[in-house]
C-alpha cells in the first residue's frame, strides 16, 4: 500500500506550488480542496494512493485538531512514498517530515498572511460603519451555516433503516450541548464507544 | 447571563499558546464546538455576540475556518507574535497526535470496532457542531439587523446550503451581501435617529 517514488526537488517544489495556489481558494475550510488535491496527488501525479488520500481525511478528521491537518498527512503520506523509492528508514522519516511541512506551509501560508493583515485592518477600523455592517450582517448567515454543517454530516448517512440509530445519535448528542454543561470529551467518547460496540 | 460579567483576556503569548493547545487537542471532528464552549463560556474573552462576529470574519477569509480564528484572536491582543503563539498552539500538539494515530492505525483501520468507533465519533461531532449554532442564536437578539430578517437570513442559509447543495461560495456573496447591505442601512438608520434614549 506504499508507492515507490523518486521524487525531483522540482516534484517537491510543484508540491508546495500546488498547496499555495488552493490556499486562497479554501473559503469555508480547506476539506473543500479535497476534490481538487486528489486530481494533482492521486489522478495526475500519482503520489499517493486511494486509500492513503480517503484515510489521511478520515483520521484527520476524526483525530482533535483543527481539519485542515489532514493535508499535513497527505503530505506526510507523500514523503514516506518517496521514502520507499530510496530505501526507506530514517531517509523515510526526514522525507515524511519535509512532505508535511511543505504541504501545511503551502497550504495555509497565503491564507495566513490575508487574514492576518485583514484582521488587524479591521480591529484598527472597527468603528467603521461598513466593517460593523459586514460583521453583523453575516452573524445571522454563519450561525445558520452551523447549523447547516451538522446537518450535512448526518445527512450524508442517507439509508433511513440503517443509520436511523446515528441519526439519534447526533441528536442527543445536539440536545446535550445545547442544555448542559456536560464535557464534550466525554461525548465524544461515548460516541466511540457506542460505535466500537456496533450499535450504531 | 454571561453578557452582563466583566470579560477576561490572555495573561501571556505562554497563555495564548497553552489555551489553544488544549481546546484543540480537545476538538475531535473539528474545534469549532470548543472553541465557543472555551473562549466564550469557561474563559469569557469574548462575548457570544462577540465571537460570532470574529467567527463571520474567520469563516468567510480563505483558508481553515480555526486557524483563521486563532490568528485573529492573537494578533488582537500581542500583535503578531501572539497570532504566531496562538497558531503553534493550535498545531504542535494536534500534529503529534495526529502522527502517532496514523502510525498506530494503520493495522486496525479495517476491524469493524475502529470503524464503529469512527461513525460513532462522527455522529457526536455533528450534533456538537449544529448545537453550538443553536447557542449562538441568542447572540443575535442585539444585533441592529432585526430577529426576524434575521431569522429569514438564516433559513435561507439553511435551505441554500444544506437542502439545495447551493455552492459556499454563492451564498456568501448572494445571502451574505444582501444582509450586509441590510446591516449597512439599519446602522446608518440607527446614527441618523434623535437619541431617544441613550
Known amino acids: 500500500m506504499i508507492l515507490d517514488l523518486q521524487l525531483s526537488v522540482s ?46 481525511i478520515a483520521l484527520a478528521q476524526s483525530a482533535p485538531g483543527p481539519n485542515v491537518l489532514f493535508v499535513g498527512l497527505m503530505g506526510w503520506n507523500v514523503g514516506l512514498n518517496a521514502g520507499a523509492g530510496l530505501g526507506g528508514g530514517w531517509i523515510s522519516v526526514a522525507l515524511s517530515a519535509l512532505g508535511m511541512l511543505i504541504s501545511l506551509l503551502g ?10 493583515t485583514t484582521t488587524r485592518w479591521a480591529q484598527k477600523h472597527r468603528d467603521n460603519r461598513g ?27 442517507n439509508d433511513p433503516m440503517r443509520d436511523w ?36 | 447571563m454571561p453578557e452582563e460579567l466583566p470579560l477576561n483576556r490572555p495573561q501571556s503569548k505562554t497563555d495564548l499558546f497553552w489555551s489553544f493547545t488544549i481546546l484543540a487537542l480537545q476538538g475531535f471532528g473539528g474545534v469549532l464546538a470548543v472553541v465557543q464552549r472555551e473562549l466564550v463560556e469557561r474563559k469569557r474573552w469574548m462575548t457570544p455576540a462577540q465571537f460570532v ?4 470574519v474567520a469563516q468567510i477569509l480563505p483558508g481553515p475556518n480555526v486557524i483563521n480564528f486563532c490568528l485573529m484572536i492573537g494578533g488582537r491582543y500581542f500583535g503578531l507574535a501572539g497570532a504566531l503563539a496562538a497558531l503553534a498552539g493550535m498545531l504542535a500538539a494536534p500534529t503529534a497526535v495526529l502522527l502517532v494515530l496514523a502510525l498506530a492505525f494503520g493495522s486496525v483501520a479495517d476491524l469493524a470496532w475502529a470503524q464503529g468507533a469512527l461513525r460513532g465519533m462522527g455522529a457526536v461531532a455533528a450534533g456538537l457542531i449544529a448545537a453550538t449554532g443553536i447557542k449562538l442564536i441568542p447572540a443575535l437578539k442585539s444585533n441592529p439587523v432585526g430577529i426576524g430578517v434575521s431569522a429569514t437570513i438564516m433559513l435561507g442559509t439553511f435551505i441554500g446550503v444544506s437542502l439545495l447543495r447551493w455552492p459556499l461560495i454563492w451564498v456568501l456573496l448572494g445571502i451574505g451581501s444582501l444582509a450586509c447591505g441590510w446591516a449597512y442601512v439599519q446602522l446608518t438608520r440607527q446614527a441618523n435617529a434623535p437619541k431617544a434614549n441613550p
Open chain 1, 11 to 56: 516534484d517537491w517544489l510543484a508540491l508546495f506550488n500546488h498547496f499555495l495556489s488552493l490556499s486562497l481558494l479554501a473559503v469555508g475550510g480547506a476539506i473543500i480542496l479535497a476534490p481538487d488535491i486528489h486530481r494533482f496527488l492521486v489522478d495526475e501525479n500519482q503520489w499517493l494512493t486511494e486509500q492513503q488520500f480517503s484515510s489521511s
Open chain 1, 107 to 116: 497550504i495555509m501560508l497565503p491564507s495566513s498572511i490575508l487574514t492576518y
Open chain 1, 131 to 157: 466593517v460593523r455592517a459586514f460583521k453583523l450582517g453575516m452573524a445571522p448567515v454563519v450561525i445558520a451555516l452551523l447549523v447547516s454543517t451538522g446537518w450535512l454530516l448526518t445527512a450524508s448517512h
Open chain 1, 165 to 200: 440509530p446515528l441519526w439519534v445519535l447526533t441528536l442527543v448528542a445536539m440536545g446535550l450541548v445545547w442544555r448542559t454543561r456536560i464535557h464534550l470529551l466525554w461525548l465524544i467518547g461515548s460516541g466511540a464507544l457506542i460505535g466500537a460496540l456496533g450499535w450504531v
Open chain 2, 53 to 56: 462576529e470574529d467567527w463571520a
